[in-house]
């Protein structure tokens, strides 16, 4: 009968095959000896070069079990450092979803029980990547509003308008006066962004523009995240980590001009929260050092 270990072992191995060039290539291998070396209890999980996971000289217990779930965890924030965090979430929802399909649900009973995070890892992804119905409707209120001004006050042809919109996968449908915009049933805030930054550039509408419109709404569009989208960052009050669960827990990011101490105790991630945040600001046209 399989073991927790045995199946969390499983479990990290798919993981690792099915990502295995991506983790060769960001070295995984120092995220796992600091791991091990962190957690005594995984100390003799054995992993190869090619990533293959062999955990027979771990004894089953609550530590190991532990050791081996962090583990997950960790490769999952690391993945997130580089690829994001729909990204990281995806790969390792895959992953998850393939050894589910290979067990029957009587045999995943114990460990799902044990470590339902780990399992919710997918659905968890989904709804965060969604964020909240208010934020959305918000984002597409402001929208509406520069695309009508555009058209109203900046002299921009409806047919160039309607063009545009019409080919946005975010809008299921526009009314001829511009007056009424259908958003997709599926919107998200990240989608939401991505259309309102995508459809000032290509329609080519200046930055002036749109913050004075911006900037009759208050502090809102900083706040959800839209003048951090269209300025790269230049404009917003706060900076990002680039994590979107911590970046809607902490409005955009943290405050700028402040200094911030993070601590806590060894294993945590730590370091990967900061070269997260640091990763985040370069590419928005910051320095780090």
């Given at each position: 009968?399989?073991?927790?270990?045995?199946?969390?072992?499983?479990?990290?191995?798919?993981?690792?095959?099915?990502?295995?060039?991506?983790?060769?290539?960001?070295?995984?291998?120092?995220?796992?000896?600091?791991?091990?070396?962190?957690?005594?209890?995984?100390?003799?999980?054995?992993?190869?070069?090619?990533?293959?996971?062999?955990?027979?000289?771990?004894?089953?217990?609550?530590?190991?079990?532990?050791?081996?779930?962090?583990?997950?965890?960790?490769?999952?924030?690391?993945?997130?450092?580089?690829?994001?965090?729909?990204?990281?979430?995806?790969?390792v929802a895959e992953a998850i979803s393939r050894?589910?399909?290979?067990?029957?649900?009587?045999?995943?009973?114990?460990?799902?029980?044990?470590?339902?995070?780990?399992?919710?890892?997918?659905?968890?992804?989904?709804?965060?990547?969604?964020?909240?119905p208010e934020d959305i409707g918000t984002i597409?209120?402001?929208?509406?509003?520069?695309?009508?001004?555009?058209?109203?006050?900046?002299?921009?042809?409806?047919?160039?308008?309607?063009?545009?919109?019409?080919?946005?996968?975010?809008?299921?449908?526009?009314?001829?006066?511009?007056?009424?915009?259908?958003?997709?049933?599926?919107?998200?805030?990240?989608?939401?962004?991505?259309?309102?930054?995508?459809?000032?550039?290509?329609?080519?509408?200046?930055?002036?523009?749109?913050?004075?419109?911006?900037?009759?709404?208050?502090?809102?569009?900083?706040?959800?995240?839209?003048?951090?989208?269209?300025?790269?960052?230049?404009?917003?009050?706060?900076?990002?980590?680039?994590?979107?669960?911590?970046?809607?827990?902490?409005?955009?990011?943290?405050?700028?001009?402040?200094?911030?101490?993070?601590?806590?105790?060894?294993?945590?991630?730590?370091?990967?929260?900061?070269?997260?945040?640091?990763?985040?600001?370069?590419?928005?046209?910051?320095?780090?050092?």
């Amino acid at each position: 009968m399989a073991t927790n270990v045995s199946l969390l072992a499983e479990l990290l191995e798919i993981i690792f095959q099915e990502n295995r060039e991506l983790l060769l290539e960001l070295n995984i291998s120092n995220v796992i000896f600091a791991n091990k070396r962190e957690k005594p209890a995984i100390a003799e999980l054995d992993v190869s070069p090619e990533l293959h996971v062999n955990a027979e000289r771990i004894i089953d217990g609550p530590a190991s079990q532990f050791g081996l779930a962090s583990l997950i965890f960790t490769v999952r924030d690391y993945l997130e450092v580089f690829e994001g965090t729909a990204e990281s979430n995806r790969r390792v929802a895959e992953a998850i979803s393939r050894f589910s399909q290979a067990h029957d649900s009587r045999e995943l009973a114990s460990v799902k029980e044990a470590f339902p995070d780990i399992f919710s890892i997918g659905t968890m992804a989904q709804e965060a990547d969604k964020g909240t119905p208010e934020d959305i409707g918000t984002i597409c209120a402001i929208f509406t509003t520069v695309m009508a001004k555009a058209h109203q006050d900046a002299g921009m042809g409806a047919a160039v308008l309607l063009a545009h919109l019409r080919q946005c996968d975010a809008v299921k449908s526009v009314s001829d006066d511009l007056i009424n915009i259908d958003f997709a049933d599926n919107i998200t805030v990240d989608s939401a962004l991505n259309m309102f930054s995508d459809a000032i550039q290509k329609l080519g509408l200046s930055q002036s523009f749109v913050n004075q419109i911006l900037e009759t709404y208050g502090p809102i569009p900083d706040e959800i995240g839209i003048t951090a989208r269209l300025s790269g960052g230049a404009d917003s009050s706060s900076t990002a980590f680039g994590c979107a669960p911590i970046d809607r827990l902490l409005r955009d990011g943290l405050k700028k001009d402040v200094t911030v101490l993070l601590e806590g105790p060894a294993g945590v991630e730590k370091e990967i929260l900061a070269s997260l945040y640091l990763m985040e600001g370069l590419q928005r046209g910051g320095c780090a050092i």
